[in-house]
């Protein structure tokens, strides 16, 4: 009798309909409503959510099955699911911001008919990353807040949003909070919106080159912290040597100030701190068209220079590393000989 009666399973747009349902009683729900029945709802909106996550991903039975994501997407993205779902993250116990972070990461991967459809709605709510950037200022949400906001940014017209955003300079901030798992998670988040999109990175570091490495240098390079300096360190070493940022390159190794700066950290007393510095230093020793303030500086420590690479070397043999401070000795003897006065008959 039992068999008669039993429920109709539930397809991913009835799940995305309740979803969206509970998500607006969440967001809105008024102080007369009774405390019982508010968490029947949020206990309900949890499994919704956690049903959600199943499809898209599948589970220890199943496979995801794509017509499945693909009808979740669709409706997912008709109404404003996404911007509730993220509002009501706060609202949410750890479990379930745990799964709606993954639902809200992999519905920007979900293509539908060759398009991901994502993109096309955040284009037109760009101010969802505002939410989410300022999330890091909430311990309780940075890293939930942090994994979307990564997962958003794959969108190359989102990443402009943020890089053009005033809320870019915040990160300089959030590299540097106490809390050092947001921290992490905030400086993974600048990493990626300084690779991943490589024209438009070009575009962005290019047209505001004097505010971003003046943050650059003063809160990240001259930091005393040191897992944010080794971290900057490498992280300009790799947007430095990336072939899309040759015009913002050429730029960095003609500032003397640039120079004194990364001098002075290559007599850090930690030696992979010098090992990153290093691979930012040779880019000055190599530019062919030093500018005469950067070569007098070549010239004026010389000997102190050589000295310093004659015993410099990692821990652990590298061939690489030993050829490019070859190369970097070569170019401060060859800048030597250039100017020394010629001997007269």
Known sequence: MKKLFKSKPRTPVDLVRQTRDLLVFADRGGPDT?????NE???ELSKLIRDLKVILYGDSDSEPVPEA???LTQEFFRENTLRLLILCVPKLNLESRKDATQVVA???RQQVQSRLIACDYLEKNLDLMDILIAGYENADLGLHYGTMLRECIRHQTVARYVLESERMKKFFGYIQLPNFDVASDAAATFKELLTRHKSTVAEFLLKNYDWFFAEYNKKL?????????RQALKLLGDILHDRSNLDVMARYVSSEENLKIIMAILRNSAKSIQIAAFHVFKLFAGNPNKPPRIANIFDRNREKLLRFFADFKPDKE???FEADKSQVVREIVALECINRPSIQP
């Open 34 to 38: 009774k405390e019982s029945k508010r």
């Open 41 to 43: 709802k949020m206990m």
């Open 69 to 71: 994501c693909s009808q």
């Open 106 to 108: 992999n519905l920007q």
């Open 221 to 229: 390079l001259e930091s005393d912290n040191y897992i944010t300096k």
């Open 318 to 320: 590298d061939e690489q």
